[in-house]
């Protein structure tokens, strides 16, 4: 037996194979692509600092980010200054915060039977993107990161007005989301003593309706994009190490979909927040994956204390930044006379994003995305199978399934690339 | 005399609309408006500043926030096609207070993939009822290139597995006004440049009816309110230029109204990112603003609720509402001069281009712009 549920956040396709009333194999389909990485063949190096936002204008700055680091990191001895470098950090955490205010309120409250809030993820996810527009001109597809800095000179009222928002942002998550100060929930490292804001009233739904511990996978987490806040590793269980290496990471194409398929040492591996807390040790997700796993529940508490988690960490940050530091530094040599290869990794709001580029004379000869979705959404085998498709082997309901699916925030428009 | 008339026009146009049923009896817009905090005066602020941009004297606001109330007379249809919504993330951020995204919100939005909770059937079968119960009634726009003809990647949608190509089609078939929202729909986009694997094309290649584009990658959230507002107002066309844009959001270059242009005019320019001129906010020609050669109204409205623009931020204009700005306007920081690439003139430079757009002035100011470049490097040799 087969359904289908397809337009999840564009055009994915899951095919449900049943046995015994339980799906037994899930085939996630991707039915279009644009091709990007072909239009990138030839262009000069830069044009991928044009291009690359456009692949999605939901994580569009993780990938400016991502193409700018990959570019810097064809140079052998590039310089930045620690002022860019902190506010790329910036306007990145905060395109991860305003994302995960609209997954929350536009996409799973429908899924708990709940009306949409619009204007619940529209207001926090503005004041965000305002922060960005301070920095970088405008969001979505800003261009402000260049290779050497950033091309912004903002000043001390541009960090003023930066400040405010987080402020205002940090006001609507401790009365909309949590009702209790951020501070207080920061501290918190027992997932069962949350308070009673929209945050809660999701966590409950999933109590009482009896889906504690649904969305189960591999139990493998992954993430390559480090900064001041995220470590690259990896944690099985909940065994973490550092020490891993792009070299492993492996794109591999399959016949029943554009998307391409991508693993770690030939394993499937979860990226997103659950993955970038268990790898960071947070306390409370430490708590939550201990009494319920890589499960849905865990999913969305990981999100959703992100969101805190780096309202904080920008609120510290926009204190180390150094005005009288340049924003820019000439690299020293002229991208045109440029040959050699690079690559980057960025933690997008749904998880490691990687960029590999390989430059000759300037001109793009070879340029690779992979998405945080396709990690997530990889097409494995009944054998075999990807991270999501994992997650929803064994359940007997496609509502349950759609819910499993995209507790992984997923985003076909990128993974379309 | 002449805006008498036109006030007496649009007043008989939108009480006829306000005798068209609303779409929801229980909620009105002027009502939860009201409901959301804002008072009559923030609500006529908001209608002013609307006016303002679409180019209405000021008398004209009362008109205008009529227009916003009456909005969820006609609905709307927004499809998807090959695209990467950041046309539809520049319409979620609309102003704080949040008087766009209200209206966007009870507007009928019958049909926007993205933020609708329908999936599925229950997705497909929305549009096709929208599209039925509301036939020559709702307003169609369309974000993404439509991939078409021979190609290995045709888009495909929904439970039917129809082509974007056929869904577009049928869209527009019975739609009262159609509007291409951003650079993909209107020019083929990001997925068109060279060598457009996907065959991707603009929305106005596909149908015989009249498509108003509605360029930028994204354009600003007052682009598409205002575009929304217009339609309602006058019921026909905006006055178009020759890429089907709307006057009154693209009737003049980024240049003109631009916060750098005395910089521009007195030869002053940032030679280098991170410079002293970047620092004093000189003109960025020089390091690859392309505002000379773009219609369109950033300088003036700005991004994400007026907040900044790209220029504003030390990072010249990319030409991102000109038709293929990716293959065209390049190098990104570098002046437009000679440096065009896949183009039928193989390259043979700006004025070639300006010939080719058909918009002759341009060969005047890339002439202009040359002597001012001129001056300058005499005036401060680039080290």
Request: with cysteine.
């Amino acid at each position: 037996m087969i359904k289908i549920i397809e337009k999840i956040e564009g055009e994915a396709k899951l095919n449900f194979n049943f046995k015994e009333n339980k799906i037994d194999f899930v085939d996630v389909e991707f039915m279009s692509t644009r091709n990007i990485e072909n239009i990138l063949k030839g262009k000069r190096a830069f044009d991928a600092l044009v291009i690359n936002p456009r692949v999605c204008g939901i994580c569009g700055h993780a990938h400016l980010m991502a193409t700018v680091q990959a570019l810097e990191s064809c140079y052998d001895n590039l310089i930045l200054s620690d002022k860019a470098k902190i506010i790329r950090e910036l306007t990145l955490n905060f395109e991860l915060i305003q994302n995960h205010f609209k997954w929350f309120y536009l996409t799973l409250y429908p899924l708990f039977g709940k009306k949409q809030q619009i204007l619940k993820a529209t207001y926090p996810s503005q004041l965000m993107s305002k922060a960005i527009a301070v920095i970088g001109g405008q969001y979505p597809h800003t261009s402000y990161a260049i290779v050497g800095g950033v091309a912004c000179e903002i000043t001390e009222i541009d960090l003023i007005k930066v400040q405010h928002y987080i402020a205002q942002t940090l006001k609507f998550v401790e009365q909309n989301l949590l009702k209790v100060e951020s501070e207080v929930f920061l501290k918190t490292e027992d997932a069962n003593s949350l308070y009673d804001g929209d945050l809660t009233e999701i966590l409950d739904e999933i109590k009482n309706s009896e889906l504690l511990g649904y969305g189960k996978s591999y139990d493998r987490f992954i993430s390559f994009g480090e900064n001041s806040f995220f470590k690259k590793g990896k944690s099985v269980k909940t065994k973490v190490t550092h020490n891993i290496s792009l070299v492993d990471v492996k794109e591999s194409q399959i016949t029943s979909s554009f998307a391409k398929n991508v693993s770690f040492k030939d394993k499937y591996y979860e990226v997103g927040p659950l993955s970038r807390a268990m790898i960071n040790k947070t306390p409370l997700i430490i708590d939550v994956h201990k009494k319920y796993g890589d499960s849905i529940f865990s999913r969305i508490l990981a999100r959703i204390y992100e969101i805190s988690q780096l309202l904080e960490h920008s609120r510290g940050l926009i204190k180390k930044i150094d005005l009288s530091q340049p924003s820019y530094i000439e690299p020293s040599i002229d991208i045109s006379k440029l040959s050699g290869s690079g690559y980057s990794a960025v933690e997008a709001a749904r998880g490691t994003l990687i960029h590999r580029v390989e430059l000759e004379s300037g001109i793009i000869k070879n340029y690779e995305i992979i998405t945080p979705t396709q990690w997530n959404l990889s097409g494995g085998t009944r054998e075999n199978h990807g991270v999501s498709q994992r997650a929803m082997v064994g359940l007997s309901d496609v509502k349950i399934a759609e819910l499993v699916f995209k507790s992984f925030d997923v985003c076909s428009v990128c993974t379309t690339h | 005399m002449e805006n008498s008339s036109l006030f007496d026009k649009l007043s008989s146009r939108l009480d006829e609309l306000s005798n068209l049923p609303k779409l929801d009896d229980e909620v009105s817009i002027s009502k939860l408006i009201e409901e959301k905090g804002f008072s009559r005066r923030e609500f006529m602020t908001w209608a002013g500043a609307m006016t303002s941009m679409l180019m209405l004297p000021a008398s004209f606001t009362p008109l205008v926030a009529q227009a916003a109330e009456i909005a969820d007379r006609l609905p709307l249809v927004w499809l998807h096609m090959a695209e990467c919504t950041g046309c539809s993330e520049s319409l979620l951020r609309s102003a704080t207070p949040s008087i766009d995204s209200l209206i966007f919100d009870y507007i009928s939005l019958e049909y926007h993939e993205t933020i609708m909770a329908a999936a599925g059937w229950q997705a497909e079968q929305n549009l096709h009822n929208a599209m039925q119960k509301y036939k020559g009634r709702y307003i169609l726009m369309v974000e993404g290139g439509i991939p078409h003809a021979e190609s290995d990647y045709f888009l495909t949608i929904g439970a039917h597995g129809k082509t974007g190509q056929e869904s577009a089609q049928e869209a527009c078939a019975d739609a009262a006004a159609i509007f291409a929202i951003g650079s993909c729909s209107s020019f083929g986009g990001v997925q068109a440049a060279y060598p457009n694997p996907t065959n991707a094309t603009a929305l106005s290649n596909i149908t015989n009816k009249t498509v108003i584009n509605v360029p930028g990658c994204p354009p600003s959230e007052s682009n598409i309110v205002g575009t929304l507002l217009h339609f309602i107002l006058y019921g026909t066309l905006p006055a178009l230029d020759v890429y089907n844009r709307p006057k009154w959001a693209y009737g003049l270059r980024i240049h003109d109204a631009c916060e750098r242009r005395g910089r521009f005019d007195a030869g002053e320019f940032v030679e280098q990112f991170g410079d002293e001129g970047a620092k004093n906010g000189y003109c960025l020609y020089k390091v690859g603003c392309k505002g000379p050669y773009t219609f369109n109204n950033c300088s003036k409205q700005k991004f994400n609720q007026g907040t900044s623009w790209p220029v504003q931020a030390g990072h010249g204009c990319m030409g991102c509402s000109e038709p293929d700005f990716w293959d065209k306007m390049g190098i990104v920081h570098e002046p437009l001069g000679d440096r065009l690439y896949h183009t039928v003139f193989g390259g043979l430079g700006a004025d070639a281009t300006a010939d080719k757009i058909g918009v002759g002035i341009l060969t005047v100011t890339a002439i202009g712009i040359a002597a001012h470049a001129a001056i300058s490097l005499v005036k401060k040799p680039k080290e």
